[in-house]
């Protein structure tokens, strides 16, 4: 009888051991782009691979119809979201410099405040009232709006109307929104960019990230930069301690976080990219981040799964 319940015991332990894995199938298309180049196809695909590896999970990924790629993730348990944002993220990391943000408040403000009159030529004819609030004397945001309004706000201010009105040495400006808060509320702020839109730095100088804790014991990533990177960074710290103003760190065209530089240039290309994140959304950053740059932007259009045989 005690040899019948060993061998059952060893039954079940080994059932557990070697279930077999589920195949998590995932098909991606490419969002603004109808024909995509062979390198950029085959770029995408390692990029994919290299994230999913870093994720820890067994994968096969390739070419599916014409424009497509197909994802075969092979694990007993997963989270979809999680996985979905590893592989469709574009992972665009971006350094800027920022503008004071009382620089552009009168500017924008008068053009919300005059949207309700007959709009000519290239203006956009919105009716609405928006409702804002400036940012902080010296620092980086213009206002804070309504996540709701953020679409037409941006196609105000960014009409060729509108930015003929800039003056010349903002002609250039980039706006970029911030991450909203708990109450809906959204950061606009104003990069110095330049008629390439080519910021000083980017994720390509990246050879190390992972998520960590910061001074307020909440998470977030740690970048290392390399050689290239460091000297550029380095510069770049020195400027803006010296000028007193913001460097904007992005990922997506959004502005994560917008710090100045308060002890001087910052040497040996290490930096922190801070925001409302969870353990998990710093984690999967840090992984997009030391994985490289999708450059076209996925859409996800069939998800299923084929359940264990």
Known sequence: MRNIYLLVSLFLICSCVFKPKQEFRFV????????????????????????????????????FGENQLEVIIKANELNIERVDELISNEGKLELWHMYKGEAFFEYTSELLSNINETNKGDRIDIKSNFEIHPGYQGGPIIFNAKVKDTGAIMDLINSKDSRLDLPNEYKNVKFLWGIPDESGSIPLYAAKSNSENKPPLTGEVIINASQSFGYTDRPE??????????????????????????????LNDLVYSAPGVTAGPITGGKSSI????????????????????????????????????
Do not use: C
Request: aromatic content about 6%; charged content about 25%.
């Open 28 to 63: 991606y298309g490419f969002e603004n782009q109808s024909d995509i180049s062979n390198i950029e196809l085959k770029k995408t695909i390692d990029v994919i691979k290299n994230r999913l590896a870093h994720f820890g999970v067994e994968n096969t990924v390739n070419r």
């Open 221 to 250: 990533v740690s970048i290392q930069m390399n050689e290239e990177g460091a000297l550029i960074w380095e510069r770049m710290t020195e400027k803006a301690y010296r000028e007193a103003t913001s460097i904007a760190i992005t």
């Open 274 to 309: 801070s925001g409302d994140f969870t353990i998990e959304e710093a984690q999967n950053l840090a992984i997009i981040l030391t994985s490289g740059k999708i450059i076209p932007k996925l859409k996800l259009l069939e998800q299923t799964i084929v359940p264990n045989r």
